[in-house]
């Protein structure tokens, strides 16, 4: 017997009503981020693996264990995007943007890669939508970022979310707080876990975001980085704070918050929902600056903000059920018989062109069969033509919500469908 086929594994299709849940999702966010001045640029799936390795960084989880890479047939090591920063850390310069305009803002969606242990809400490919706005070094357009998503989260029926922030320093702050981590995590060197025995010497910080127990329970006790933060850096929170005051976003500050990806620098963030039953993974939009990533990719300086939700997660948390996504149907056409259907296809495409939403039965199926279909989209109106209709040169118009029905002179009918609808 041949091998069931299946998707593969932690990778998932998206089928209706699911489909019509995210596509709204997708709709208001989009309208959002636009309201919001930022302009979707759409860079490949693919990227070559160094530019995620120096991006994202070497020593972190996301490039040592999650990252789909293969050779392609020109024998260039290629990477399925696990993140879409990086790759519009590249097009930015690629296509000398910053020579363009002083400030560019950015927005994406579509499909990431990442190899990690699938459960609800961690998939292998997920969806992101994320934006980045490059140039600005004021705290205040985080702040901005950060009430676009609250607002956008609270239209699509969240109540329950929670803002955590944090600073991550600048490269100034980082050598003492480094060489402070090593002190804290040398003496417990036997009890780290074999990766973290490696990041100690290559880049103790991510030890703080290792997942596992052993780890946690040693992190826990690390000194954190604010008590490092320079002053250029006290100052910029203190801003980011003032401004999330301003705007009413109330907020946690939480000192052991780190990100995933080496490229931040001072403010990260993160939005959790408590809705939804998604467990830990509750994270539902994470970001923050990165600020030297340009340089560091070749670029001049610029600063530089982003953030990206998952839009699994997104749909999971948000309670309504996908079917009250899917919209009505304006018009379900019953027709009986070849003549009638014939001349059916030829008023559904008018009534279509006209804008209203329609559907035909294209098969010879009885009138309870179409009735119980067009009850089953929740049509709005129905029409009725059988082959007596046809020869009178006329329709039955039934009006699903009044439960009334009347006939109509065909060429009467889209008027009479129009009013019908309001
Ligand atoms: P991230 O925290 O790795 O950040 O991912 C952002 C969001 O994507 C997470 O909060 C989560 O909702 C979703 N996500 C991540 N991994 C998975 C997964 N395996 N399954 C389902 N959802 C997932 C970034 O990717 C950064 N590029 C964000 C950013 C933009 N920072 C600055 N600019």
Not at 7 to 15: I, T
Not at 84 to 113: D, N, Q
Not at 299 to 304: D, F, K, L, R
Not at 372 to 390: M, N, Q, S, Y
Request: charged share 30%; net charge neutral; hydrophobic share 40%.
């Amino acid at each position: 017997m041949s091998e069931q086929l299946q998707a593969v594994k932690g990778m998932n299709d998206l089928l209706p009503p699911d489909s019509a849940k995210w596509s709204r999702v997708e709709g208001a966010a989009r309208a959002a981020f636009e309201r919001h001045g930022y302009a979707e640029a759409r860079t490949p799936i693919v990227e070559y693996t160094p530019l995620f390795v120096r991006s994202i960084g070497d020593a972190t989880d996301v490039v040592e264990k999650e990252m789909y890479t293969f050779d392609d047939r020109d024998e260039r090591s290629l990477t399925l995007r696990p993140e879409g920063t990086a790759s519009c850390v590249r097009a930015y310069l690629e296509h000398s943007i910053h020579k363009k305009e002083p400030v560019t803002r950015w927005y994406y969606s579509g499909p990431m890669f990442r190899h990690e242990r699938a459960q609800r809400g961690r998939y292998r490919q997920f969806y992101q939508l994320g934006c980045e706005a490059l140039g600005v070094a004021e705290p205040t357009v985080e702040a901005e970022q950060i009430v676009m998503l609250v607002d956008l989260f609270r239209e699509l029926g969240l109540d329950d979310l929670e803002v955590v922030v944090n600073s991550v320093g600048g490269p100034d702050d980082r050598p003492a707080y480094r060489a402070a981590l090593v002190e804290y995590f040398t003496p417990h060197k036997a009890e780290l876990c074999p990766d973290c025995q490696r990041r100690l010497e290559r880049n103790p910080l991510r030890i703080l975001d290792c997942k596992v127990e052993s780890c946690r329970k040693i992190a826990a006790g690390a000194p954190t980085l604010q008590q490092f933060l320079g002053p250029a850096s006290r100052e910029h929170f203190a801003g980011f704070r003032e401004a999330l005051g301003a705007l009413g976003i109330a907020h946690r500050v939480n000192e052991r918050l780190v990100r995933g990806l080496d490229y931040y620098t001072g403010t990260i963030y993160e939005i959790l929902s408590a809705s939804g039953d998604l467990g830990a993974q509750n994270t539902i939009a994470g970001g923050g600056r990165y600020d030297g990533l340009i340089a560091e990719m070749g670029g001049p300086p610029t600063p530089a903000v982003g953030f990206a939700l998952g839009v699994e997660r997104l749909v999971l948390s948000i309670p309504a059920e996908p079917e009250s996504y899917v919209p009505p149907l304006d018009v379900y056409l019953a027709a009986l018989g070849r003549p009638a259907r014939l001349a059916c296809l030829k008023t559904a495409q008018e009534l279509r062109r006209a804008g209203v939403r329609v559907e035909l039965e294209h098969r010879a199926a009885s009138m309870k069969a179409q009735l119980k279909r067009a009850d089953k989209l929740r049509a709005r109106a129905v029409v009725i033509v059988g082959d007596d209709e046809l020869a009178r040169g006329e329709a039955v118009l039934r009006d699903m919500a009044k439960g009334e029905q009347r006939n109509v002179k065909a060429d009467e009918l889209p008027a009479a469908i129009r009013a019908l609808l309001g």
